[in-house]
C-alpha cells in the first residue's frame, strides 16, 4: 500500500529498511547521496510504514504522523479505508510543513530586517560618537549604546580627553544610575 501510487522505492533501499527493522517494532531513519525517509515497523500487523523525505527534512519531525498511522492500524481498519487514511495523513505533512517552511522563511525574512537595522542604527551612532562636539557624558554614553559593555581603556582610546576627567564623568554617570560598572568583566554598560 503506497500514496501516491506511482511512487516507487528502489529495491536496495527496501531490502535494507526489512533488514534494518529486523521484525522489531522501531523507527529507522536512512539518510543516504539520494534517499531519505523514516520508517515504523508495526510488529502486529506485520507491516512496515515508510514515510519518503526530501533530502533535507528531518525525519524526528514526522514521528508524529507516522504515530497517528499506526494508531489506525492497530484499529483493525480496512484496507480502502486504510488508504483512504494514508492519503490524508500525506495530504496533511504537505500542508504542515508547507506552512512551516512558509513562517520559517518569513522569520528569516525579518531578522535579516533587523539585522539590517541595527547595523545602520550602530553605524549613524559610530558617526556620532567620532565627531568633535559632543561633551565626554554624552559621547560615553553612545559609545555604550553602542558597545553592551566596554572596559576603561577603550572608552579611553574612544574618548580624547585625560583620565582624570574620564574617571570624572564614569563616577558621575555612576552615581546618576545611567550606567554600571560589572566588576568580574572590568567594564562599564548602559543600565535600562
Not at 515504523?40 to 514515510?51: A, F, G, R
Not at 581603556?153 to 576627567?165: A, E
Not at 566588576?183 to 554598560?189: I, L, M, N, T
Request: net charge negative; hydrophobic share 35%.
Amino acid at each position: 500500500m503506497k500514496y501516491p501510487e506511482d511512487f516507487e522505492i528502489p529495491n536496495n533501499v527496501v531490502q535494507q529498511i526489512q533488514i534494518s527493522h529486523n521484525f522489531v517494532e522501531s523507527y529507522i531513519t536512512i539518510e543516504e547521496k539520494d534517499w531519505n525517509s523514516i520508517s515504523y515497523y508495526n510488529e502486529n500487523k506485520n507491516i512496515i510504514i515508510v514515510l519518503v523525505l526530501d533530502k533535507y527534512d528531518d525525519a524526528s519531525d514526522y514521528t508524529v504522523i507516522l504515530d497517528e498511522f499506526k494508531k489506525e492500524l492497530d484499529l483493525d481498519i480496512k484496507e480502502e479505508k486504510l488508504k483512504k487514511h494514508l492519503k490524508e495523513k500525506y495530504d496533511l505533512s504537505l500542508k504542515v510543513f508547507r506552512t512551516r517552511d512558509e513562517v520559517i522563511a518569513k522569520l528569516s525574512n525579518e531578522v535579516a530586517q533587523l539585522k539590517t537595522f541595527e547595523y545602520d542604527w550602530r553605524k549613524r551612532f559610530e558617526k556620532i560618537v567620532k565627531s568633535d562636539h559632543l561633551k565626554v557624558k554624552s559621547k560615553i554614553q553612545f559609545l555604550l549604546a553602542v558597545n553592551e559593555e566596554m572596559v576603561y581603556c577603550d572608552i579611553c582610546k574612544n574618548v580624547d580627553t585625560s583620565k582624570n576627567w574620564i574617571n570624572s564623568v564614569l563616577e558621575t554617570l555612576m552615581k546618576n544610575e545611567i550606567i554600571g560598572y560589572n566588576h568580574q568583566k572590568d567594564s562599564y554598560y548602559l543600565l535600562f
